[in-house]
């Protein structure tokens, strides 16, 4: 199984972004999260949906500001990142696992490469 992402980039505080992500390679029913990583910090989780997508769940620290869909086919799923602030700049990373989404890193399959997150103030 493949993942990829897109969409990162460079915005000023209150920008935003959207990320993509596709998993490709292996069934269709994979749950899926959003993971970040700031340098000298370890990987926290950010939001995660279920493989059908009737279910969402978002970390506290971006409620209200952030959002993961799914596509209604197949494993793609988006991060709409809204009032960014500095304290999210990171690398984003895009998880696949079998069964329910999780919020632990270690219970993750298949992992894309990161893409970089850069808010300025």
């Known amino acids: 199984v493949q993942v990829a992402e897109s969409g990162g980039g460079s915005v000023q505080a209150g920008g935003s972004l959207r990320l993509s992500c596709g998993a490709s390679g292996g069934h269709t029913g994979y749950a899926m999260a959003w993971f970040r990583q700031a340098p000298g910090k370890e990987r926290e989780f950010v939001a995660g949906i279920t493989w059908a997508g009737y279910r969402t769940e978002s970390a506290d620290s971006v409620k209200g500001r952030f959002r993961i869909s799914r596509a209604d086919a197949g494993n793609t799923v988006y991060l709409q990142m809204t009032n960014l602030k500095p304290e999210d700049t990171a690398v984003y990373y895009c998880?696949?696992?079998?069964?329910?989404?999780?919020?632990?890193?270690?219970?993750?399959?298949?992992w894309g490469q990161g893409t970089q997150v850069s808010v300025s103030s």
């Open positions: 998880a696949a696992r079998t069964g329910y989404f999780s919020r632990s890193p270690s219970d993750y399959e298949y």
